[in-house]
């Protein structure tokens, strides 16, 4: 970054968000008495991240354009004040319930007109009008109420820090700023604002270490590393950071404080297993916020979620989890959302594991947004050892998600995305059994008894249910259907496919190309949930179809890549006897790459 002022930060979707602070007021310092060192609640023998984190984050309200919250201009309500003035409403209102953690993201070492400051070794230096106290007073205020306190950094070297290459790396003989760039001061980050580190300069290893020591002795237990790359809209060598990252994890392990390593932004699916090897968790997304005058809106961007997420599924659990960002669903009219779409929102990060940390203001919480937040069966589902659900149904307007929990229950959401009313149905053979099940309100806290092979509800546009299904039916059997053993035509092919059930696709479903299963049998006629197995490196739709009739689009979420098999259930009206099943790109489109199907043998 420029000495001179940040240039990261304003505009759309050119930011992440993680973790921390929310409230309006001048900054103050924190009195002498809560400023003494306390016990961090970090120095436990949890591990880091067994489960998504819980907590709140100062970007959202710094980010948006919502009247009073940034009275000294944009980004001004990060301070000291504001700071504190949510950790004792977390500890408050949300603390007994998990939430733990005060996450304060960018602009901590900036001042009100937004220019960066730096210590001798160049490392960020708090703004002595937005933190007068300083941080390490500040993590003690927030240790001192029993929960964790969260800090921020870009990636890379900032410009600031740089010096012309002159500022000596604290605790690191004979290094220097100017030892740990490459000589063409090439830059890197979401917004090219930082120099690219040299990692396989020695030196380069101890500034990052020499930061992850300052965080440490300041006693915080969270750091979320921004503009990382492939991600947050860039590509290239420039913008590698895996190294970084690497670099940011040993520098914490030397520093001897347990701290939870959050990257983001919008973070590239091809390289998940170094953010998993390296990193407690990683934003999957743009940011959530709208950048305007609530805090977010449903199109921009958290109806994105539902798109992005599956691809995403299998690769969370204990230690490192799938971002989704901030969840703002706790101010009402700010939050720029009707309740419906507050509470579909709320469903799908807590049944995605998501963490669950709001940007709301926390002193002004609505009865309804306090509800979602603090709902305790909720928070149970996103908190258990169960995986995270993912779609059991198309990525259509009308979707289902499921997971199944230890104890043979699952966790079952319907969600209506269209701008309409319409009607959801969860189909008791998407989960694999057919006959009765009881079926719990999760949100209502209320069992509402058995229903039989499926329950419909209405729901109203961009909203949704939750519940907990335990089957009293039987399992069921299939049938499998390989599509390289079916009938091909226009561009349609065979391909080699490692992940495949019998180690080919059909794929090359374009302008036209479809592939056609013959001799499906079924014994009775009606509508069967088709399971289909399908890879797709992005999100494409193919239109379905029986026995020549009409078919129905239905889209398919991406897999990540072009080389994962995800599955899903599409509705088809077979006939008793034998039938064949049409998977067609259409004129002018493109499908995914298709597997298999898995047929039920009888209703």
């Avoid at 953010?275 to 968790?281: A, I, L, T």
């Avoid at 950048?291 to 230690?319: F, I, K, M, Q």
């Avoid at 009739?549 to 599409?570: C, E, L, P, R």
């Amino acid at each position: 970054m420029r000495s001179s002022s940040y240039s990261f930060l304003p505009g759309r979707r050119l930011r992440t968000v993680v973790v921390l602070a929310l409230t309006a007021g001048l900054a103050t310092a924190v009195p002498a008495a809560q400023a003494e060192p306390t016990a961090s609640p970090a120095a436990t023998s949890t591990p880091v991240a067994a489960k998504p984190y819980m907590g709140w984050t100062s970007w959202t309200m710094q980010s948006s354009k919502y009247p009073g919250l940034n009275p000294k201009g944009d980004y001004s309500y990060l301070s000291e004040a504001n700071v504190l003035k949510q950790t004792d409403a977390m500890a408050a209102k949300l603390k007994k319930y998990g939430y733990e953690y005060v996450n304060i993201d960018a602009g901590w070492w900036m001042s009100w007109s937004w220019k960066s400051q730096f210590d001798e070794y160049g490392r960020q230096k708090a703004d002595p009008l937005r933190f007068p106290s300083g941080m390490k007073a500040v993590a003690d205020r927030i240790h001192s109420k029993g929960l964790k306190a969260g800090i921020y950094l870009p990636v890379g070297l900032e410009k600031g820090a740089y010096n012309d290459g002159k500022n000596p790396i604290w605790n690191a003989e004979g290094c220097t700023t100017g030892d740990i760039v490459y000589d063409d001061l090439r830059t890197t980050n979401g917004w090219d604002s930082a120099y690219k580190i040299d990692f396989s300069d020695p030196c380069a290893q101890k500034y990052i270490d020499s930061q992850a020591q300052m965080f440490a002795d300041w006693g915080y237990d969270f750091l979320k590393l921004d503009g990382v790359g492939p991600g947050s809209f860039k590509n290239g060598d420039n913008y590698n950071n895996v190294a970084d990252v690497a670099a940011w994890q040993k520098a914490i392990k030397t520093a001897g404080r347990p701290v939870h390593l959050e990257l983001s932004w919008s973070l590239d699916y091809g390289h998940v297993e170094d953010w998993k090897k390296y990193s407690n968790g990683w934003r999957i997304d743009t940011d959530v916020e709208c950048y305007c005058n609530t805090l977010v809106t449903w199109e921009n961007s958290v109806d994105d979620r539902w798109d992005d997420a599956p691809a995403w599924t299998d690769h969370a659990g204990p230690g490192a989890w799938n971002d989704l960002d901030s969840l703002n669903v706790g101010n009402g009219e700010m939050d720029g959302l009707t309740k419906a779409e507050r509470q579909s929102y709320a469903t799908l990060w807590a049944i995605a594991k998501s963490p669950l940390f709001t940007g709301d203001d926390l002193t002004k919480l609505d009865s309804y947004g306090l509800s979602l937040l603090t709902n305790r069966e909720v928070i149970a589902i996103n908190q258990s050892s169960a995986p995270p659900a993912e779609p059991v149904t198309a990525s259509d307007p009308q979707q289902v998600w499921a997971a199944k929990n230890p104890n043979g229950s699952y966790t079952v959401a319907l969600f209506n995305l269209s701008d309409a009313p319409a009607s959801v149905t969860a189909n008791w053979s998407t989960l694999g059994f057919k006959g009765k099940a009881s079926v719990r309100d999760v949100w209502n806290e209320q069992s509402l008894g058995s229903y039989t092979d499926k329950i419909t509800q209405a729901l109203p546009a961009h909203g949704s249910r939750l519940f907990t299904v335990t089957p009293r039916g039987t399992d069921l059997a299939w049938t499998a259907y390989e599509a390289e053993a079916g009938s091909l035509s226009g561009n349609a092919s065979v391909a080699d496919c490692s992940a495949c059930s019998g180690g080919h696709k059909v794929g090359n479903l374009y302008t036209g190309g479809k592939v056609t299963l013959d001799d499906v049998v079924v014994a009775k006629a009606g509508t069967y949930q088709i399971k289909v197995s399908y890879i797709s490196g992005d999100a494409r739709s193919a239109l379905v179809s029986a026995n020549g009739g009409g078919a129905t689009s239905h889209k398919f979420a991406a897999t990540g890549d072009w080389g994962t098999v995800n599955t899903v259930y599409v509705p088809v009206k077979l006939k008793a006897g034998a039938n064949t099943i049409t998977f067609d790109s259409g004129s002018d489109g493109y499908a995914p790459d298709i597997d298999r199907i898995d047929v039920q043998q009888s209703l």
